[in-house]
């Protein structure tokens, strides 16, 4: 198969969709690879580390050409025209969040493949969990930052100082963004509280980390009376492929402190705060209701090379996969057939089409 690598336009994001490494085992299986020029320089990767694993060097259109396109994150309005019947396209997608390109992607009969929903019977995401580790540790350093007062926060050092209160952190979420942003506020010694709707899963995060963090059973009084005494606000919700559930209220932001800081990682799936919209690492945060929110849609792509070669990891298995088989092996394997949101014309997955108030079509009938 002819797979294409394009360089990634969104703004400010510097990851490329695979590593030279990834490149030569693809090619070593009997497959070409075209890599647009210059894709994997915001991550530290030259052209020529690509030419030398086997790569063709193209322009953005050869790379489009490909029978199967690899993606860091979802195709922008300027890459639609690249679309057409039966290209397999492997990426982010967040399609509950994007009804526009979810219209492109059925309307032009694109096989879209969503690395977060791909996921394992024990309910994990295995695309999903690299960069949510990254992101729930930057969010951790984000809100740090931005407590400080010159970034017009409260001027809150999140570890305090002897005979000083640390500053108090919340995560609304346990999973795998959570408790990274948990472990990372907690070696900044910030006094943490951790909510989620799973009692098992704080049962497990107590067990981990005994009296050093607060657990507490996520409901809407308990999230409002968190939201109200925290300096930073962690929004680390999930629901596979689905618009986040939304937590915080406007009314609750209202609530906390001026110059205090939320941080809403969901926002690539919708955002679990009323106030939170989609920025981006040029321009990150703006105030409501005198609280500084941040909400840049690709924090992993802040740390470029860390993030590059964590996602390569997670994703190369599947793409060897998906070059060698095409979509039939989403029929043969349970795991990447949950990845498939769009084929055949249709929507596939539950979740996506339930955002757009649709019936989804089974995989073996779209096919």
Not at 168 to 178: E, F, K, S
């Amino acid at each position: 198969m002819l797979l294409g690598v394009p360089k990634e336009i969104k703004t400010e994001e510097y990851r490329v969709a695979m590593v030279p490494a990834g490149v030569h085992q693809l090619v070593e299986a009997g497959h070409q690879v075209r890599v647009e020029a210059g894709a994997g320089l915001g991550a530290g990767i030259s052209d020529d580390d690509f030419a030398q694993a086997g790569a063709q060097l193209t322009d953005a259109a050869g790379a489009w050409e490909a029978q199967m396109v690899v993606k860091v994150k979802e195709p922008l309005p300027s890459e639609y025209d690249y679309f057409r019947p039966g290209l397999l396209l492997y990426t982010y997608l967040h399609l509950a969040a994007q009804p526009e390109l979810t219209q492109r992607l059925v309307q032009d009969g694109v096989q879209a493949v969503a690395y977060e929903t791909i996921q394992l019977p024990d309910g994990s995401l295995p695309l999903l969990v690299p960069m949510s580790e990254v992101a729930g540790r930057m969010a951790v350093q984000a809100g740090a930052h931005y407590l400080e007062r010159p970034q017009g926060g409260r001027g809150v050092l999140l570890g305090g100082v002897p005979g000083v209160p640390p500053g108090r952190v919340a995560i609304l979420g346990a999973g795998v963004v959570g408790h990274a942003a948990l472990k990372m506020a907690l070696g900044l010694r910030a006094q943490v509280t951790v909510l989620n709707r799973s009692t098992p899963r704080l049962n497990y995060i107590d067990d981990l980390y005994g009296g050093q963090v607060t657990t507490m059973v996520s409901l809407p009084q308990t999230v409002a009376e968190i939201c109200a005494a925290s300096d930073l606000v962690i929004g680390a919700v999930l629901s596979p492929g689905a618009k986040a559930p939304q937590l915080v209220s406007e009314e609750m932001v209202m609530s906390m402190e001026p110059g205090a800081v939320i941080v809403d990682v969901a926002v690539d799936q919708g955002g679990c705060v009323a106030t939170i919209h989609p920025t981006t690492h040029a321009e990150p945060v703006y105030t409501v209701h005198g609280v500084i929110h941040y909400g840049v849609a690709n924090m992993p792509g802040a740390v470029a090379r860390t993030s590059t070669f964590a996602l390569t990891n997670a994703t190369l298995p599947y793409a060897l996969v998906l070059a060698r088989e095409g979509l039939a092996a989403a029929l043969r394997d349970p795991a990447l057939g949950l990845g498939v949101n769009v084929a055949g014309g249709h929507i596939v997955y539950p979740a996506v089409a339930e955002a757009f108030g649709e019936t989804a079509v089974p995989l073996d009938q779209a096919l």
